[in-house]
C-alpha cells in the first residue's frame, strides 16, 4: 500500500488509517530513477496533496501539488500520452489488500465495484493507447448529444413548440394552403385594387351629386332664413305719438282718421309677424335637415376614402396568415432539427460503435491469446484458459470449469500479467491475499513470468521456500524487503496487545 501511496494514490490513507492513529502523521521518502538521473521526493500523510521535491539529504526544495506530480510520472513512464492520466494507468494494477479491486475476480477492469462497465472498457482501450482512433468519432457524437439534450431542454420548458409526426405532416399540408392562397391573392391583387377603385370612384362620384344638390338647398334654405330674420328685426308700425308732433304743424289734420290707419297698421303687422316666426320656424328645421343629409353623406365619402387606399379586410387576411405561417413553420423547423440531430447522433453512434467493437474485438484477441500463454506455461499445455469477453457496453472474464478460489485468484494474477506484456502500464502491484489459495507450483510458474520485464512488478509472498529452490532464491534475490514478527515494517507493532 505504501508503494502505491508514492506513486500518488490515497488508498493508503484511507484504508490504512491504523498506521496514522498508531504512529500519528509521518512521511515517506522515495526516489525515482530515469536514464540514470534520480529523483528524491517526499509525501506526508498530514498534507498528501503536495509532494516535496528533495535534494539528496531529504530536504525539501519545492513544494509540487500531487496532480503536477502524477503528470510528470505520466511524462516519464508514459512519454507524450494524454489519452489517460498516470493514476488511471496504474490504479487499477495496484491489487493490494484491502482495495476492492483485489476481490473482483470476474470484473478485473472494475477499481471500485460501482465503477461504469463502459468506463472501464474505456479505460482499457486507453491502456492498449487506442483511445486516439475513436476520440474524434467520440467527441462529435458528444457534441451532438449536447445539441440534443440542448433542444430537449428547450421542448421540456416550452421555450419552443414541440410536435410529433403526425402534426408535422398536418403543418406541411396547413402551410402548402397558406402558400397557395398568398399566392393567389399575390395573382389578384391588382385586378382587386382596380375593382374597389372602379366602384369606389363610382359611389363617390354619386355622393358627390348627392351632396352638391344639398348644398344649393342649404344655400337656398338659409337664404329665406336670413331675410326672414331680418324682416322680423326690422318690422314698424306707427303708434299714436308720433301723429302728436304732426298736429302741432297741421292743426287741421284729421286726427280721427290717423287713429283709423294706426288701428289697421297695427292689426296687419301682427298678422305678418306671426307669419314671420312660422316661416322662420320651418326654414329653421329645414336647414336642419339639409345639414344632417349633408353630415351623413361626408361620413360615407370619409368610409368610402378609407377603403379606398386601405383595403382592411385584406391586410387582416394576410396578417392573419403570415402570422399562422411562421408559428407552423417554426414548429416543423424545430421538428426537422430534433430529427435531423436524432439521425446524425444515431449515425454518428453507429459509427463508433462499430470503430469501437472493432478495436475492443482486437484488443480481446490480444488478451485472450496472451493469457492462453501464459496459462500454458504455468500450468502446462492441457490447460484450460479463462477467458476474456468485451463488447463496447460491458464484459466478463470467464472461468472455464474450475470454479475454486484458488484458480480464480491465479486467472486474475494472470489476466494482470497479459496486460503488463501488451501495454505500457509502468508498474503492477501484487499482494500476498492473490497468492493465499493458489497451488504452490503455479505460484513457483507465476514469479518466472514476473521476471520477464524490464519493468517494476512489485509483489509480496508469504512462506518463499514452500514455493521450491528455484523460486525462493529468485525472491530472495529480487526482494527489497524481507518482514517477520522481528523485522517488523514500523518501527511499532500495533498488532500484538
Known amino acids: 500500500m505504501i508503494v502505491d501511496f508514492v506513486f500518488g494514490g490515497d488508498s493508503f490513507l484511507e484504508l490504512n488509517k491504523d498506521a496514522i492513529a498508531e504512529l500519528g ?84 477492469l472494475h477499481a471500485i465495484p460501482t465503477q461504469s462497465s463502459s468506463e472501464c472498457i474505456g479505460n482499457l482501450i486507453k491502456f492498449f493507447g487506442r483511445f486516439d482512433e475513436i476520440a474524434t468519432a467520440q467527441s462529435n457524437a458528444a457534441k451532438k448529444e449536447s445539441d440534443k439534450k440542448a433542444l430537449d431542454t428547450a421542448f421540456k420548458h416550452s421555450i419552443v413548440e414541440k410536435i410529433n ?9 396547413e402551410l402548402e394552403k397558406i402558400q397557395a392562397e398568398v399566392e393567389s ?32 338647398q342649404r344655400f337656398s334654405v338659409r337664404a329665406k332664413l336670413q331675410r326672414t330674420e331680418r324682416n322680423l328685426k326690422e318690422s314698424k308700425f306707427i303708434q299714436s305719438k308720433q301723429f302728436e308732433a304732426l298736429q302741432e304743424f297741421f292743426p287741421n289734420v284729421n286726427s280721427e282718421r290717423i287713429a283709423d290707419i294706426e288701428l289697421f297698421h297695427s292689426s296687419l303687422a301682427g298678422v305678418l309677424k306671426a307669419e314671420l316666426k312660422e316661416t322662420e320656424k320651418n326654414l329653421q328645421a329645414q336647414l336642419s335637415s339639409v345639414d344632417a343629409a349633408i353630415s351623413d353623406i361626408d361620413a360615407q365619402i370619409s368610409d368610402r376614402l378609407k377603403n379606398y387606399d386601405n383595403p382592411i379586410a385584406l391586410i387582416e387576411r394576410v396578417s392573419s396568415l403570415s402570422e399562422k405561417w411562421n408559428r407552423l413553420k417554426r414548429e416543423n423547423n424545430h421538428f426537422e432539427k430534433q430529427e435531423t440531430l436524432r439521425e446524425q447522433l444515431e449515425r454518428l453512434r453507429s459509427a463508433l460503435s462499430e470503430l469501437k467493437i472493432e478495436i475492443l474485438k482486437d484488443i480481446q484477441g490480444q488478451i485472450n491469446q496472451k493469457i492462453n500463454d501464459i496459462v500454458t506455461r504455468v500450468y502446462g499445455q492441457n490447460a484450460k484458459s479463462p477467458v476474456f469477453n468485451v463488447n463496447e457496453n460491458n464484459y466478463i472474464y470467464e472461468i472455464v470449469d474450475d470454479t475454486g478460489t484458488g484458480k480464480a485468484y491465479s486467472n486474475l494474477v494472470i489476466f494482470d500479467l497479459a496486460i503488463f506484456h501488451l501495454t505500457d502500464l509502468p508498474i503492477l502491484i501484487h499482494d500476498s491475499p492473490l497468492f493465499k489459495n493458489v497451488e504452490n507450483s503455479a505460484v513457483a510458474k507465476l514469479v518466472d513470468e514476473y521476471c520477464q520485464f524490464e519493468r517494476q512488478t512489485f509483489i509480496t509472498l508469504d512462506e518463499v521456500e514452500k514455493y521450491g529452490p528455484k ?25 500484538k496487545k
Open 25 to 108: 502523521h509521518h512521511h515517506y521518502d522515495f526516489i525515482f530513477r530515469f536514464e540514470e538521473e534520480e529523483f528524491y521526493f517526499q509525501r506526508q500523510t498530514i498534507n498528501p496533496k503536495v509532494v516535496f521535491r528533495c535534494d539528496v539529504e531529504f530536504r525539501a526544495i519545492e513544494e509540487v501539488d500531487i496532480k503536477a506530480f502524477t503528470a510528470w510520472l505520466r511524462e516519464n513512464y508514459l512519454g507524450e500520452r494524454r489519452d489517460i492520466t498516470f493514476r488511471q494507468m496504474v490504479g487499477l494494477f495496484s491489487r493490494v489488500w484491502p482495495k476492492p479491486n483485489v476481490t473482483n475476480v470476474r470484473h478485473p
Open 165 to 173: 409526426k403526425s402534426t408535422y405532416a398536418k403543418n406541411v399540408v
Open 185 to 216: 391573392i399575390k395573382a389578384e391583387i391588382a385586378k382587386f385594387a382596380l375593382n374597389i377603385r372602379e366602384v369606389v370612384d363610382k359611389n363617390l362620384l354619386e355622393l358627390k351629386n348627392s351632396k352638391d344638390m344639398l348644398l344649393a
Open 471 to 495: 523460486a525462493a532464491a529468485t525472491l530472495h534475490k529480487q526482494s527489497v524487503l524481507k518482514l517477520d514478527d522481528t523485522h517488523v515494517l514500523y518501527v511499532k507493532d500495533w498488532r
